[in-house]
Protein backbone atom coordinates (compact mmCIF):
# COMPACT_ATOMS: atom_id res chain seq x y z
CA UNK A 1 0.00 0.00 0.00
CA UNK A 2 2.71 2.46 0.46
CA UNK A 3 4.34 1.79 -3.03
CA UNK A 4 0.83 2.39 -4.41
CA UNK A 5 0.46 5.55 -2.72
CA UNK A 6 4.15 7.17 -3.03
CA UNK A 7 4.27 6.45 -6.50
CA UNK A 8 0.12 7.91 -7.12
CA UNK A 9 0.95 10.77 -5.78
CA UNK A 10 4.52 11.44 -6.93
CA UNK A 11 2.92 11.18 -10.50
CA UNK A 12 0.83 13.90 -9.86
CA UNK A 13 2.51 17.13 -10.92
CA UNK A 14 2.30 19.87 -7.44
CA UNK A 15 5.38 22.41 -7.63
CA UNK A 16 4.84 25.30 -5.21
CA UNK A 17 5.76 28.98 -6.68
CA UNK A 18 7.59 31.43 -4.63
CA UNK A 19 6.45 34.31 -7.40
CA UNK A 20 2.92 33.40 -7.24
CA UNK A 21 0.75 35.38 -4.37
CA UNK A 22 -1.88 33.02 -4.55
CA UNK A 23 -2.32 30.52 -1.43
CA UNK A 24 -1.83 27.91 -2.49
CA UNK A 25 1.04 29.27 -5.17
CA UNK A 26 -0.11 26.87 -7.66
CA UNK A 27 -3.34 25.49 -8.99
CA UNK A 28 -1.61 21.77 -9.57
CA UNK A 29 -1.32 21.39 -5.84
CA UNK A 30 -5.14 21.28 -5.18
CA UNK A 31 -5.16 18.46 -7.64
CA UNK A 32 -2.53 16.45 -5.15
CA UNK A 33 -5.40 17.79 -2.26
CA UNK A 34 -8.74 16.63 -3.92
CA UNK A 35 -6.86 13.53 -4.67
CA UNK A 36 -6.33 12.97 -0.87
CA UNK A 37 -9.54 14.46 0.06
CA UNK A 38 -11.62 11.41 -2.00
CA UNK A 39 -8.99 8.52 -0.36
CA UNK A 40 -9.83 10.29 3.38
CA UNK A 41 -13.29 9.46 2.92
CA UNK A 42 -12.76 5.88 1.40
CA UNK A 43 -10.80 4.65 4.29
CA UNK A 44 -13.38 6.17 6.81
CA UNK A 45 -11.51 9.44 7.96
CA UNK A 46 -13.96 11.88 9.39
CA UNK A 47 -14.32 16.18 9.58
CA UNK A 48 -12.73 15.81 5.99
CA UNK A 49 -12.11 19.16 4.66
CA UNK A 50 -9.87 21.38 1.98
CA UNK A 51 -9.21 24.46 3.45
CA UNK A 52 -9.48 27.98 1.99
CA UNK A 53 -5.63 28.38 1.93
CA UNK A 54 -4.94 24.82 0.22
CA UNK A 55 -4.52 22.65 3.71
CA UNK A 56 -6.42 19.07 3.70
CA UNK A 57 -7.29 18.48 7.25
CA UNK A 58 -8.93 15.26 8.21
CA UNK A 59 -9.65 13.47 12.12
CA UNK A 60 -9.25 9.79 12.86
CA UNK A 61 -11.86 9.63 15.88
CA UNK A 62 -10.26 8.86 19.91
CA UNK A 63 -10.86 5.11 20.88
CA UNK A 64 -9.88 6.68 24.37
CA UNK A 65 -11.08 10.60 24.97
CA UNK A 66 -8.59 10.53 28.02
CA UNK A 67 -5.39 10.72 25.73
CA UNK A 68 -3.97 13.99 24.39
CA UNK A 69 -5.03 15.03 20.08
CA UNK A 70 -1.95 14.53 18.29
CA UNK A 71 -1.09 15.87 14.62
CA UNK A 72 0.32 14.33 11.94
CA UNK A 73 1.40 16.70 8.97
CA UNK A 74 2.88 16.50 5.78
CA UNK A 75 3.30 18.90 2.66
CA UNK A 76 2.17 18.28 -0.78
CA UNK A 77 4.07 20.52 -2.95
CA UNK A 78 7.74 19.72 -4.23
CA UNK A 79 10.74 21.99 -4.69
CA UNK A 80 10.77 24.33 -6.91
CA UNK A 81 14.40 24.14 -7.92
CA UNK A 82 14.40 20.84 -10.11
CA UNK A 83 12.04 20.02 -12.63
CA UNK A 84 9.20 18.08 -10.75
CA UNK A 85 7.19 17.97 -14.11
CA UNK A 86 6.11 14.41 -15.64
CA UNK A 87 7.45 12.44 -12.56
CA UNK A 88 7.71 8.83 -13.51
CA UNK A 89 8.17 6.42 -10.15
CA UNK A 90 9.39 3.45 -10.54
CA UNK A 91 10.34 0.91 -7.77
CA UNK A 92 13.74 -1.41 -7.85
CA UNK A 93 12.26 -4.11 -5.93
CA UNK A 94 14.72 -6.25 -3.63
CA UNK A 95 17.22 -4.12 -4.83
CA UNK A 96 20.74 -6.33 -5.24
CA UNK A 97 23.24 -3.57 -4.55
CA UNK A 98 24.68 -2.56 -7.60
CA UNK A 99 24.85 0.86 -9.37
CA UNK A 100 20.87 2.15 -9.78
CA UNK A 101 20.84 3.76 -13.47
CA UNK A 102 18.34 5.94 -15.18
CA UNK A 103 16.13 4.80 -18.04
CA UNK A 104 15.24 8.59 -19.51
CA UNK A 105 19.44 9.71 -18.47
CA UNK A 106 22.23 7.09 -19.08
CA UNK A 107 24.56 9.14 -17.55
CA UNK A 108 22.95 9.62 -14.26
CA UNK A 109 24.02 6.99 -11.02
CA UNK A 110 23.46 6.39 -7.62
CA UNK A 111 25.80 4.59 -6.46
CA UNK A 112 26.24 2.87 -2.98
CA UNK A 113 30.05 4.02 -3.19
CA UNK A 114 28.80 7.39 -2.87
CA UNK A 115 25.40 6.93 -0.76
CA UNK A 116 26.59 5.27 2.32
CA UNK A 117 23.24 5.18 3.36
CA UNK A 118 21.89 3.63 0.39
CA UNK A 119 24.86 0.95 0.69
CA UNK A 120 22.49 -0.78 3.95
CA UNK A 121 19.60 -1.15 1.96
CA UNK A 122 20.57 -4.04 -0.13
CA UNK A 123 17.21 -6.29 -0.35
CA UNK A 124 14.87 -3.37 0.71
CA UNK A 125 12.99 -1.62 -2.87
CA UNK A 126 13.65 1.11 -3.16
CA UNK A 127 11.69 3.92 -5.64
CA UNK A 128 13.66 6.49 -7.64
CA UNK A 129 12.10 8.87 -10.48
CA UNK A 130 13.58 8.40 -14.23
CA UNK A 131 16.23 10.57 -14.42
CA UNK A 132 15.05 14.03 -15.79
CA UNK A 133 12.71 15.09 -12.58
CA UNK A 134 12.84 14.81 -8.93
CA UNK A 135 10.85 12.32 -7.39
CA UNK A 136 8.76 13.86 -4.88
CA UNK A 137 9.33 11.67 -1.98
CA UNK A 138 9.95 15.21 -0.14
CA UNK A 139 7.26 15.24 1.28
CA UNK A 140 4.94 13.06 -0.26
CA UNK A 141 6.69 9.82 1.27
CA UNK A 142 5.33 11.55 4.51
CA UNK A 143 1.88 11.98 3.23
CA UNK A 144 2.01 8.41 2.17
CA UNK A 145 3.56 7.26 5.88
CA UNK A 146 0.36 9.21 7.82
CA UNK A 147 -2.36 7.96 5.25
CA UNK A 148 -1.79 4.54 5.57
CA UNK A 149 -0.98 4.91 10.04
CA UNK A 150 -4.64 6.80 9.55
CA UNK A 151 -6.12 3.58 7.40
CA UNK A 152 -4.55 1.14 10.40
CA UNK A 153 -6.12 3.13 12.74
CA UNK A 154 -9.70 3.16 11.15
CA UNK A 155 -9.53 -0.56 10.50
CA UNK A 156 -8.31 -2.15 13.05
CA UNK A 157 -10.44 -3.16 16.03
CA UNK A 158 -8.86 -2.83 19.97
CA UNK A 159 -6.38 -0.09 19.34
CA UNK A 160 -6.25 2.40 22.29
CA UNK A 161 -5.56 5.85 21.05
CA UNK A 162 -7.05 9.75 21.18
CA UNK A 163 -8.39 11.74 18.88
CA UNK A 164 -5.80 12.09 16.01
CA UNK A 165 -5.80 14.92 13.56
CA UNK A 166 -3.87 15.28 9.97
CA UNK A 167 -3.05 18.05 7.66
CA UNK A 168 -1.61 17.73 4.68
CA UNK A 169 -0.07 21.33 3.51
CA UNK A 170 1.12 23.14 0.34
CA UNK A 171 3.64 25.71 -0.01
CA UNK A 172 6.00 23.94 2.55
CA UNK A 173 9.08 24.18 0.18
CA UNK A 174 8.44 27.94 -0.27
CA UNK A 175 8.45 28.94 3.66
CA UNK A 176 4.88 29.15 3.66
CA UNK A 177 2.72 25.56 4.49
CA UNK A 178 1.80 27.17 7.45
CA UNK A 179 -1.29 29.27 7.43
CA UNK A 180 -1.93 31.71 10.06
CA UNK A 181 -5.09 30.00 10.70
CA UNK A 182 -3.85 26.47 10.48
CA UNK A 183 -2.73 26.25 14.30
CA UNK A 184 -6.42 26.48 15.51
CA UNK A 185 -7.61 24.50 12.39
CA UNK A 186 -5.70 21.98 13.25
CA UNK A 187 -7.25 21.66 16.96
CA UNK A 188 -3.72 19.82 18.10
CA UNK A 189 -2.05 19.11 21.61
CA UNK A 190 1.05 18.79 19.86
CA UNK A 191 2.00 17.34 16.22
CA UNK A 192 4.58 16.17 14.23
CA UNK A 193 5.51 16.28 10.60
CA UNK A 194 6.63 13.21 8.77
CA UNK A 195 9.26 15.37 6.34
CA UNK A 196 12.65 13.61 7.74
CA UNK A 197 15.84 11.24 6.32
CA UNK A 198 16.87 8.08 7.90
CA UNK A 199 15.25 5.52 10.12
CA UNK A 200 15.53 6.71 13.26
CA UNK A 201 15.71 10.01 13.15
CA UNK A 202 13.55 12.75 15.55
CA UNK A 203 14.66 16.07 14.95
CA UNK A 204 13.72 18.83 17.08
CA UNK A 205 16.24 21.80 16.23
CA UNK A 206 16.08 23.60 12.76
CA UNK A 207 17.94 26.59 11.57
CA UNK A 208 16.29 29.93 12.02
CA UNK A 209 15.66 31.36 7.83
CA UNK A 210 15.32 35.16 6.65
CA UNK A 211 14.92 35.35 3.00
CA UNK A 212 16.20 38.75 1.08
CA UNK A 213 15.84 40.59 -1.79
CA UNK A 214 18.48 42.89 -3.16
CA UNK A 215 17.46 45.20 -6.25
CA UNK A 216 19.76 47.40 -8.16
CA UNK A 217 19.06 50.13 -10.67
CA UNK A 218 21.59 51.14 -12.97
CA UNK A 219 21.49 53.50 -15.24
CA UNK A 220 20.39 52.76 -19.06
CA UNK A 221 22.36 53.89 -21.90
CA UNK A 222 22.91 53.19 -25.61
CA UNK A 223 25.78 50.75 -25.02
CA UNK A 224 27.20 52.36 -28.39
CA UNK A 225 27.60 56.01 -26.90
CA UNK A 226 27.70 54.12 -23.03
CA UNK A 227 30.89 56.09 -22.12
CA UNK A 228 30.44 57.72 -18.29
CA UNK A 229 26.87 57.20 -18.67
CA UNK A 230 26.21 53.76 -18.06
CA UNK A 231 25.48 51.62 -15.34
CA UNK A 232 25.28 48.54 -15.27
CA UNK A 233 23.13 46.57 -13.03
CA UNK A 234 24.73 42.97 -13.69
CA UNK A 235 27.75 44.26 -12.72
CA UNK A 236 26.70 46.08 -9.80
CA UNK A 237 25.02 42.35 -8.99
CA UNK A 238 28.51 40.52 -9.95
CA UNK A 239 29.95 42.46 -6.97
CA UNK A 240 27.42 41.85 -4.26
CA UNK A 241 28.11 38.16 -5.02
CA UNK A 242 31.78 37.98 -5.31
CA UNK A 243 31.92 39.70 -1.83
CA UNK A 244 29.29 37.49 -0.19
CA UNK A 245 31.61 34.45 -1.71
CA UNK A 246 33.80 33.81 1.14
CA UNK A 247 34.69 30.34 1.51
CA UNK A 248 32.82 29.38 5.13
CA UNK A 249 29.60 31.50 4.40
CA UNK A 250 27.98 29.73 1.56
CA UNK A 251 26.31 26.32 1.34
CA UNK A 252 28.70 24.48 -0.51
CA UNK A 253 31.32 25.34 1.58
CA UNK A 254 29.46 24.92 5.67
CA UNK A 255 28.36 21.96 7.34
CA UNK A 256 27.22 21.00 10.44
CA UNK A 257 26.02 24.31 12.85
CA UNK A 258 27.40 26.67 10.35
CA UNK A 259 25.34 29.36 9.25
CA UNK A 260 25.69 30.69 5.44
CA UNK A 261 24.70 32.67 2.99
CA UNK A 262 22.96 32.05 -0.22
CA UNK A 263 22.27 34.07 -3.87
CA UNK A 264 19.80 31.16 -5.70
CA UNK A 265 18.18 33.74 -7.95
CA UNK A 266 18.86 36.40 -10.22
CA UNK A 267 16.20 38.02 -12.61
CA UNK A 268 16.57 41.29 -14.85
CA UNK A 269 18.91 42.32 -17.26
CA UNK A 270 21.14 45.21 -17.38
CA UNK A 271 19.03 48.48 -16.27
CA UNK A 272 17.28 46.50 -13.15
CA UNK A 273 18.25 43.01 -11.19
CA UNK A 274 17.14 41.37 -8.53
CA UNK A 275 19.06 39.18 -6.70
CA UNK A 276 17.49 36.66 -4.22
CA UNK A 277 18.55 34.99 -0.95
CA UNK A 278 18.31 32.60 1.76
CA UNK A 279 20.17 33.47 5.68
CA UNK A 280 20.28 30.11 7.57
CA UNK A 281 22.07 29.79 11.15
CA UNK A 282 21.02 27.77 14.08
CA UNK A 283 21.61 31.26 16.43
CA UNK A 284 19.29 34.36 16.55
CA UNK A 285 23.29 36.68 16.90
CA UNK A 286 24.47 34.37 13.85
CA UNK A 287 21.04 35.08 11.63
CA UNK A 288 21.61 38.60 12.21
CA UNK A 289 25.37 39.08 11.44
CA UNK A 290 24.60 37.48 8.21
CA UNK A 291 21.89 39.86 7.41
CA UNK A 292 24.14 42.98 8.73
CA UNK A 293 27.00 41.05 6.22
CA UNK A 294 24.49 41.02 3.36
CA UNK A 295 23.52 44.77 3.88
CA UNK A 296 27.06 45.82 4.13
CA UNK A 297 28.16 44.18 0.88
CA UNK A 298 25.14 46.43 -0.83
CA UNK A 299 26.21 49.40 0.85
CA UNK A 300 29.89 48.89 -0.68
CA UNK A 301 28.16 48.43 -4.09
CA UNK A 302 25.96 51.15 -4.25
CA UNK A 303 28.94 53.36 -3.26
CA UNK A 304 31.41 51.84 -5.78
CA UNK A 305 29.13 51.64 -8.66
CA UNK A 306 27.53 55.71 -7.93
CA UNK A 307 24.68 55.50 -10.91
CA UNK A 308 23.69 52.80 -9.26
CA UNK A 309 20.49 52.65 -6.81
CA UNK A 310 20.65 49.04 -4.35
CA UNK A 311 18.21 48.43 -1.75
CA UNK A 312 18.05 45.06 0.38
CA UNK A 313 14.90 43.89 1.69
CA UNK A 314 15.22 41.38 4.43
CA UNK A 315 11.92 39.35 5.93
CA UNK A 316 11.43 36.59 8.39
CA UNK A 317 10.96 33.22 7.61
CA UNK A 318 10.95 30.78 10.47
CA UNK A 319 12.84 30.13 13.58
CA UNK A 320 14.48 27.51 15.32
CA UNK A 321 12.13 25.33 16.49
CA UNK A 322 14.31 24.50 19.79
CA UNK A 323 13.59 27.82 21.38
CA UNK A 324 10.50 26.87 22.37
CA UNK A 325 10.66 22.78 22.01
CA UNK A 326 13.32 22.73 25.20
CA UNK A 327 10.83 23.83 27.83
CA UNK A 328 8.81 21.32 27.15
CA UNK A 329 10.06 18.23 25.45
CA UNK A 330 7.47 15.71 25.82
CA UNK A 331 6.50 15.77 22.10
CA UNK A 332 10.17 14.55 21.42
CA UNK A 333 10.38 12.10 24.45
CA UNK A 334 7.10 10.60 23.14
CA UNK A 335 8.72 9.90 20.02
CA UNK A 336 11.79 8.29 21.45
CA UNK A 337 9.89 5.99 23.05
CA UNK A 338 8.26 4.85 20.03
CA UNK A 339 11.28 4.76 18.13
CA UNK A 340 12.63 2.20 20.61
CA UNK A 341 9.52 0.69 20.01
CA UNK A 342 9.90 0.02 16.86
CA UNK A 343 13.81 -1.65 17.81
CA UNK A 344 16.07 1.21 16.95
CA UNK A 345 17.87 4.00 18.54
CA UNK A 346 16.37 7.74 18.35
CA UNK A 347 19.23 9.50 16.62
CA UNK A 348 18.93 13.56 16.48
CA UNK A 349 20.79 16.24 14.53
CA UNK A 350 20.08 20.05 13.61
CA UNK A 351 18.06 20.11 10.64
CA UNK A 352 20.56 22.47 8.08
CA UNK A 353 16.52 23.39 6.36
CA UNK A 354 13.54 24.21 8.30
CA UNK A 355 9.80 22.24 8.23
CA UNK A 356 6.18 23.46 8.37
CA UNK A 357 7.27 22.19 12.62
CA UNK A 358 9.18 25.09 12.90
CA UNK A 359 6.31 27.78 12.24
CA UNK A 360 3.87 25.84 13.96
CA UNK A 361 5.89 25.29 16.88
CA UNK A 362 6.38 29.23 17.08
CA UNK A 363 2.93 30.01 16.83
CA UNK A 364 2.01 27.18 19.69
CA UNK A 365 1.91 23.91 18.13
CA UNK A 366 4.91 21.65 19.29
CA UNK A 367 6.04 19.87 16.68
CA UNK A 368 8.95 17.88 16.20
CA UNK A 369 10.50 16.26 12.77
CA UNK A 370 10.00 12.21 11.97
CA UNK A 371 11.59 10.46 9.89
CA UNK A 372 10.51 8.92 6.13
CA UNK A 373 13.37 7.86 4.75
CA UNK A 374 13.96 10.07 1.96
CA UNK A 375 17.40 10.44 0.55
CA UNK A 376 18.67 12.90 -2.07
CA UNK A 377 15.93 15.11 -2.40
CA UNK A 378 15.65 18.33 -4.63
CA UNK A 379 17.02 16.72 -7.59
CA UNK A 380 17.03 13.89 -10.00
CA UNK A 381 19.22 10.98 -7.53
CA UNK A 382 16.31 11.44 -4.79
CA UNK A 383 15.16 8.23 -3.65
CA UNK A 384 13.08 6.23 -0.51
CA UNK A 385 12.91 2.93 0.56
CA UNK A 386 10.05 1.15 1.21
CA UNK A 387 10.67 -0.34 4.17
CA UNK A 388 11.61 2.83 5.63
CA UNK A 389 8.32 4.60 5.16
CA UNK A 390 6.73 0.94 6.45
CA UNK A 391 9.22 1.28 9.58
CA UNK A 392 7.99 5.16 10.18
CA UNK A 393 3.58 3.82 10.01
CA UNK A 394 4.15 1.29 11.90
CA UNK A 395 6.78 3.83 14.42
CA UNK A 396 3.50 6.25 14.44
CA UNK A 397 0.95 4.22 14.82
CA UNK A 398 2.84 2.95 18.29
CA UNK A 399 2.95 6.43 19.24
CA UNK A 400 -0.51 7.52 19.46
CA UNK A 401 -1.14 3.91 21.46
CA UNK A 402 1.92 4.90 23.89
CA UNK A 403 0.36 8.05 24.37
CA UNK A 404 -2.80 7.02 25.33
CA UNK A 405 -1.47 4.58 28.24
Known amino acids: MLETRLTSYCAIDSQSDEHSAASPSTEIQLNVARHLVEELHKIGATDVSLT ?16 PTIGFCAHMDTAPQFNATGVKPRVIHN ?15 LSPSTSAYLAGKEGEDIITASGRTLLG ?25 GKVRLAFTPDEEIGRGVHPDLPTDFGVDFAYTLDGARRGDIEYETFSADGAVVTIS ?23 VSDLDVEGTTPETTSGRESFTHVYAQEGGSSETVLRFILRAFEMDELTAQGTRLRAACA ?40 RAEGLEPH ?21 NLYTGMME ?26 AAK
Open 137 to 161: ADDKAGLAIIMTMAEHLLTTPGLNH
Open 300 to 339: KAETDFPGAKVTCEITKQYRNMRYWLEDDMTPVNLAREAI
Open 377 to 402: IHGPLEWVSVQDMASATRMIAKLVQI
Open 95 to 109: WDGTDITYPDNPDLV
Open 52 to 67: AYGAVLATVPATDDTA
Open 218 to 240: GTSAHPGYAKDKLTNALHVAAQI
Open 348 to 368: SVPIRGGTDGSRLTELGVPCP
